[in-house]
Nanobody, 125 residues
């Protein structure tokens, strides 16, 4: 398994920006598809964005498309989520996750085998 540690969450006003980081260790990070999910209070964990290792393909949830950008630095074993134009409905705990199917993007929770502990993002109106 890949071990994951998120950072970069915090409190921001609506319209602001945050960049989340996810540092990986353990198995070969560069062979995994890396994703971000989020979970708001009382709601199920939902897919936000993912990026493959092979080909660098990306996919975003409709709710964040055009505002969030996922990137990865394989030399640093780190994946990022740049979040711009934040809205109060983006408030959630954000989780980094790793899927060993490195050449494709899957969007369901059970497809990802490794998870970080989460980082809180709060957007005030």
């Amino acid at each position: 398994q890949v071990r994951l540690v998120e950072s970069g969450g915090g409190l921001v006003q609506a319209g602001g920006s945050l960049r989340l980081s996810c540092a990986a260790s353990g198995r070969i990070f560069s062979s995994y598809t890396m994703g971000w999910f989020r979970q708001a209070p009382g709601k199920e964990r939902e897919f936000v964005a993912a990026r493959t290792e092979i080909g660098g393909s990306t996919h975003y949830a409709d709710s964040v498309k055009g505002r969030f950008t996922i990137s990865r630095d394989n030399a640093r074993d780190t994946v990022y989520l740049q979040m711009n134009g934040l809205k109060p409905e983006d408030t959630a705990v954000y989780y980094c996750a790793a899927d060993r199917l490195g050449y494709a993007i899957r969007t369901t929770v059970h497809d990802y085998e490794s998870w970080g502990q989460g980082t809180q993002v709060t957007v005030s109106s």
